[in-house]
């Protein structure tokens, strides 16, 4: 079966703070992509990232990285300074090569204080 | 219009009304989904429409008709709804693909958000 755990319900950061959210999956297929999704609070899910499973280089778009390891099936999501306009509840989602279906996890609420 | 827009954004209903939610995306996509955001569930898939016809249907009730008259527009149709069908109910779209999935990414309306007493 397939699965993705957020196991962070929810984070509190002062501005300028790096953080750091979590993803681990599961699944047998040997092929599958894995997303980042951030909804603020206007409800819509904003595509961050997708990543595919042959492909294991970590990735840097501005103050976001992310960091792919296959080794221990975990898809981890940087925010380096952290500004309030971060704040948003963030989902990493999971989708098999066979399947328009994307598993999504419970989602990591990230609350940045100024 | 750009992206994928959802209408209408609230929507109360009595759980004997008939409403429809509608989508729509300007993005030249071929598929198109339906999904529910529940407080006490992650979001969960309930349709998938590809070159407007249906691939994928979730285990979702019969209350619940999609329909997709085109590749650019797709309902829900609520009938006889429960109180915990209140959530909110997002549309999305995609490529599409006629073979392999491939590198497919969804796109994300801003929902509806559904109450229903």
């Known amino acids: 079966a397939q699965k993705v755990t957020q196991a962070q319900t929810e984070i509190s950061v002062v501005e300028k703070e790096d953080v750091t959210l979590d993803c681990v999956y599961e699944?047998?297929?040997?092929?599958?992509?894995l997303f980042w999704y951030k909804q603020p609070p206007s409800g819509e899910l904003v595509f961050l990232i997708r990543?595919?499973?042959?492909?294991?280089q970590n990735e840097i778009s501005g103050r976001y990285s992310w960091n792919f390891q296959k080794s221990t099936s975990s898809f981890n999501f940087t925010i380096t300074a952290s500004q309030v306009v971060d704040s948003a509840v963030y989902f990493c989602?999971?989708?098999?090569?066979?399947?328009?279906?994307?598993?999504f996890g419970s989602g990591t609420r990230l609350l940045v204080r100024p | 219009e750009t992206g994928v827009t959802q209408t209408p954004r609230h929507l109360v209903m009595g759980m004997t009304n008939k409403k429809s939610l509608k989508c729509e995306q300007h993005?030249?996509?071929?598929?198109m989904y339906w999904y529910k955001q529940s407080a006490k569930k992650p979001l969960e898939l309930m349709f998938v429409?590809?070159?407007?016809?249906?691939?994928e249907n979730n285990s979702v009730p019969s209350r619940f008709s999609p329909e997709c008259p085109n590749s650019s527009h797709l309902f829900l149709h609520l009938h006889t709804l429960q109180p915990e069908d209140s959530a909110l109910y997002l549309c999305?779209?995609?490529?599409?693909?006629?073979?392999?999935?491939?590198?497919?990414?969804?796109?994300f309306g801003p929902g509806t958000r559904l109450t229903v007493l």
């Open positions: 999305a779209s995609s490529q599409g693909a006629t073979g392999g999935r491939g590198t497919d990414t969804q796109y």
């Open positions: 989602a999971l989708r098999m090569d066979s399947s328009y279906k994307l598993i």
């Open positions: 429409y590809n070159f407007k016809e249906q691939t």
């Open positions: 990543r595919n499973s042959f492909d294991e």
């Open positions: 993005l030249g996509h071929n598929a």
């Open positions: 699944t047998r297929d040997t092929t599958y992509y």
